[in-house]
């Protein structure tokens, strides 16, 4: 480059770098100036000032949340509240206002948590609109039967919100929607039969709502389905036969928590993409297929809750992250090698799953991941003490109802524990005053003796035990 080019060439990346940049437009149009403001005023509250920086006469383009592209208009408008902060919300309604920003192509109003009314009636006016996601809110009401008018729609999700009534069936005219995300609502009536027109679709979220009837049999003509969310509903029935068309790319099936019965098919073991499988608190029967030992990359399995029936088969897992097998009709003997070998598992659930070996014989591949143990109603024997000193993030330990047999008063554990439950088996020593920061303690029917150190749990968390004393139990005699 000679030197005569230079600040041409750098004139050209100034130029297009402000044509990229969205703050880089100094006004924005009239319409989407009145829209935004409209917006603004029809909120009622904004504690952490969220829209602190829309001002009437400030250049709308470089307001928070505002996105304009390629020209003066508004193309996206992301408003959002951070979750788990408690005075980051807004209250108030979506004005119909917004149907002034012609040229937006995306809505994202998320977490914003008090945000009332009904389903927001300039969508229908917004003809660029691609990507919607109102996510939780508390929108309330029908979902409109013309939704489908839409039909431009590429995105949709009303997760959290309070929308009640059916699935409107014109849904299916919205040929180009790859993601319907409407979990955690009020929804009732079955899944529309036409959803299978829309052969797009990756990611169906619909968990979390009141649907019914059985799972239609309609995946044949989803060849891109990734995530197939219905769990927390009143679905019955067997799985439908065209979910095993599914194997190539489907990564998250989560059914849990419905009505639905049968054998778990032989074909989802070639579901080479899975990575989280959940039917928990259904009512599964039979033997899980043997075939299950060809699901080595699967990370999350829940098969906790069904009627599910030995034997359980060996799986070639490389590291499974979480593991729930717990009230079943199992009797696994011991804690499977496969799961002791993984080097990464947080997660490990085997309540009431017939095992009967001693802590004292399990040597966990690693301890540094460990956040969640549920051993609970089996036969377990032995001390946990050498495998809870050793962990970082344990957040719960739960072994109740076996034949652990160990001194209390000497247990080390993870500062990060919050629950410890420990009733029904043979711990014997005194209660050790680092318990006191659990938000969560149950060592009723042991062989504990001794003083109670201060602590906020009720007297049913110390019963039934050989000689403790001290509040919240009797005074000790001196
Ligand atoms: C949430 O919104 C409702 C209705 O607008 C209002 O009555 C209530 O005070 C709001 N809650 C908070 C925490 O501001
Ligand atoms: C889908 O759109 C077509 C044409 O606009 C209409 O005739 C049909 O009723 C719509 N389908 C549903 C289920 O609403
Ligand atoms: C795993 O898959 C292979 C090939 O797809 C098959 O031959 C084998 O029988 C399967 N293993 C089990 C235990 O089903
Ligand atoms: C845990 O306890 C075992 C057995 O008492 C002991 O050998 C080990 O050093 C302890 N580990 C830690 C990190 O304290
Ligand atoms: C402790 O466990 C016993 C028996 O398992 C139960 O009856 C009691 O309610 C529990 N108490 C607390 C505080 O969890």
Redesign the pocket.
């Known amino acids: 480059m000679n030197s005569c080019s230079f600040p041409l060439f750098i004139f050209t990346i100034v130029i297009f770098l402000r044509y990229l940049n969205p703050t880089g437009a100094a006004t924005c149009h009239p319409d989407d100036e009145a829209g935004l403001l409209a917006f603004k005023s029809a909120i009622t509250r904004d504690p952490s000032g969220i829209l602190s920086s829309w001002k009437k006469g400030t250049p709308c383009c470089s307001w928070n949340g505002v996105t304009c592209l390629t020209s003066d208009r508004v193309s996206a408008l992301s408003v959002g509240g951070q979750e788990d902060v408690a005075g980051s919300f807004l209250s108030g309604t979506l004005s119909p206002s917004l149907a002034k920003l012609q040229h937006l192509d995306g809505i994202y109003f998320t977490n914003l948590k008090n945000i009332t009314g009904s389903f927001p009636q300039f969508l229908f006016q917004l003809p660029n609109l691609k990507f919607v996601y109102i996510e939780n809110n508390r929108l309330s009401g029908p979902l409109p039967v013309n939704i489908g008018l839409i039909s431009q729609i590429e995105a949709f999700s009303l997760e959290g919100n309070r929308f009640t009534g059916p699935i409107p069936s014109s849904i299916s005219n919205i040929s180009r929607l790859f993601q319907l995300k409407l979990g955690n609502n009020l929804l009732t009536g079955t899944i529309p039969l036409g959803i299978a027109n829309l052969e797009l679709m990756s990611y169906l979220h619909l968990g979390g709502n009141r649907l019914s009837g059985t799972i239609p049999d309609i995946f044949k003509s989803m060849p891109e389905l990734r995530s197939l969310i219905l769990s927390r509903n009143g679905f019955t029935g067997n799985l439908p036969p065209s979910i095993a068309s599914l194997a190539p790319i489907l990564r998250f099936l989560e059914l849990g928590q419905n009505n639905l019965a049968g054998k778990i098919p032989d074909y989802l073991s070639r579901f080479k993409a899975l990575d989280t499988l959940d039917l928990s608190k259904n009512r599964f029967s039979g033997v899980v297929p043997k075939s299950f030992a060809n699901l080595t990359k699967i990370f999350n399995l829940d098969l906790s809750h069904n009627l599910l029936t030995d034997p359980f088969p060996t799986l070639y897992v490389k590291g499974i992250e979480s593991l729930d097998l717990s009230y079943n009709q199992f009797h696994l003997k011991t804690i499977p090698k496969w799961v002791t070998s993984s080097p990464i598992i947080f997660s490990l659930k085997l309540a009431k799953c017939g095992i009967k070996m001693s802590l004292d014989d399990w040597k966990p591949a690693q301890t540094y991941y460990y956040d969640y143990i549920d051993l609970s109603e089996n036969e377990v024997s032995g001390s946990p003490a050498k495998f809870l000193n050793e962990t970082e993030y344990l957040v719960e330990f739960k072994a ?2 076996n034949k652990l047999r160990f001194d209390l008063g000497k247990l080390k554990f993870a500062k990060t524990l919050t629950t410890l ?1 420990l ?2 088996n043979l711990v014997f020593g005194n209660v050790p005053a680092t318990v006191a920061g659990l938000k ?3 060592v ?2 042991n062989h504990l003796c001794g003083k109670l150190p201060v602590t906020k ?2 007297a ?2 110390f ?1 039934g035990n050989d000689c403790l004393c001290g509040s919240p139990l009797s005074p000790c005699k001196v």
């Open positions: 109740s109802g439950d009733s029904r969560t303690l149950n009723s029917q749990f009720p049913s968390a019963a």
